[in-house]
């Protein structure tokens, strides 16, 4: 792994020349371009973690540049001005179109690279924010001491200390993201992004976009796999990519590079991969419907994930630590967990794994006001029904009075799609038309409402 990738726009050669000594010495990868075409082309072909940019060059300036990069809404990195005549209304426009900083020649090398190490620094924490906006925070270290458990663990430790590919198997629900998520913050990659590529939700008319990125009129769209460079890509139940799109994965994690849609050169790829998956890839590949040369790059090292009714000893402590979560995260009162609570929860087959679990605890948080946990509640919220309540009926659905608007909404959503699904003999793409959503919608709400429709939905 590298510190980063610059790119150094500067029609001076001694200046170019210095800079990029500088930087790899420092430990980056440089690139350097002499005018705008150059660093287009350049911009183009390289994924820069950062861009050191002139504005004085002979064909267009570099404030021009910066313009008709972040009007096309791909100033995907950041990018520091450099110049010797620069003005105060060149630094303001600068920042207004979303330079990162702006430095004065002479250069200071000093000054220049605590610049570029405080921009990779900026850039590396908006991407952690933003993953962490549209992710659940998962455990700092998974949950539970159970013999299973603690042997897992243990592989889960040597394995952080490599860069193999793992292919994680389990349940639905059984926290196999959480898992990737906790080795790549043990991992060299920790500073590097954690992409998430959720193979079910990718719309088919948009798939190669989104995963391998595209290139039009000199508008560089990133796709998942570019954006996961020099980190971690995830790829959520790897065995819904559509047949297409395994062929071309496989060729590009071959290759460790990509093309992207409408491009021409290669892009490099330094990226660790961890696929998941709670279908058995091996009767898929005998069944054709898995490429085998892909099962088998990925496959570098297999782990099986228990599924929870396999560790129920952790039943204890994986209630604990929602019940904290949710109070902290979400300003819930906090209810403690009594040992008959906990005893029937051991012995419970938990069907929907830790994911079920958090639900539940999550539930009884919302809806209970004691200290303590009843143990006709958690019946209750097992069986599926709410504490008894003002109710009607309409069009063969019980409506709860008693619950929030939007708890309400949800459990009418859930019972309908449910009912629909069944309607359409488990096809997703028959309920995406009959309810008229789109099909990516379509996966994010059901997994919204805890509908696991992989085990028996159809794509057609």
């Known amino acids: ?68 990069w972040s009007e096309r809404g ?63 925070p998962v455990p700092l270290e998974p949950v539970g001491s159970s013999r299973v458990m603690n042997a897992l663990r243990g592989q889960l430790e040597r394995m952080a200390g490599h860069d193999t590919w793992l292919l994680l198997s389990g349940e639905a629900g059984s926290g196999k993201e959480s898992l990737a998520r906790w080795l790549h913050e043990k991992s060299s990659r920790r500073n590097g992004p954690f992409v998430t590529v959720a193979s079910g939700s990718i719309a088919r008319d948009h798939a190669a976009q989104t995963l391998f990125g595209a290139e039009e009129n000199g508008s560089v769209q990133l796709g998942l796999l570019e954006q996961a460079n020099a980190g971690t890509l995830y790829l959520d139940e790897v065995a819904e990519l559509d047949p297409e799109l395994q062929l071309r994965l496989s060729s590009t994690l071959e290759r460790r590079a990509l093309i992207r849609c409408g491009g021409r050169e290669p892009v490099n790829l ?15 590949v005998a069944a054709g419907r898995f490429r085998e040369e892909l099962y088998y790059q990925l496959k570098v090292v297999p782990l099986a994930v228990p599924a929870l ?26 209810r403690i967990f009594p040992v008959a609570v906990q005893n ?10 830790q994911r079920e679990l958090r639900n539940l605890v999550q539930r009884l948080l919302i809806l209970g ?51 629909q699904l069944q309607e359409t003999g488990g ?34």
């Open 1 to 68: 792994m590298t510190s980063g990738h610059i790119l150094v726009v500067d029609d001076e050669p001694d200046i170019r020349s210095l800079v990029q000594d500088i930087l790899q010495d420092e430990g980056y990868q440089v690139s350097v371009a002499e005018n705008a075409a150059t660093a287009r082309e350049m911009r183009r072909q390289v994924r820069p973690d950062a861009i050191l940019l002139d504005i004085w060059m002979p064909d267009t300036d570099g404030i021009s540049l910066l313009r008709e």
């Open 309 to 334: 009714r396999e560790r129920v000893e952790d039943v204890p402590e994986l209630l604990q630590y929602y019940a904290d979560f949710f109070s902290n995260r979400d300003k819930l009162p906090y």
């Open 427 to 460: 096809s997703v793409g028959k309920l995406a038309k009959l309810v008229g959503m789109e099909r990516t919608h379509l996966y994010r709400k059901l997994r919204d409402l805890g509908v696991d429709v992989k085990a028996g939905s159809r794509e057609d």
């Open 369 to 419: 006001a004691a200290p303590e946990v009843e143990l006709a509640e958690v019946e209750q919220a097992l069986s599926g029904s709410t504490p008894a309540r003002t109710s009607a009926r309409s069009d063969g659905f019980d409506i709860d009075f008693g619950l929030s608007l939007r708890d309400a909404r949800e459990q009418f959503e859930r019972a309908y799609l449910l009912r």
């Open 74 to 136: 791909s100033l995907s990195c950041p990018v520091i001005m450099i110049s010797g005549h620069g003005t105060v209304e060149t630094a303001v426009e600068a920042t207004r179109l979303g330079a990162y900083d702006f430095v004065e020649k002479p250069l200071s090398l000093a000054k220049l690279l605590l610049t570029v190490e405080r921009a990779l620094e900026a850039s590396r924490l908006k991407r952690e924010n933003e993953g962490l906006k549209r992710q659940v």
């Open 270 to 284: 330094d990226l660790r991969v961890i696929a998941a998956t709670a279908q058995d890839l091996d009767s898929l």
């Open 344 to 353: 029937r929860l051991r012995n419970y087959t938990w069907p929907g794994n």
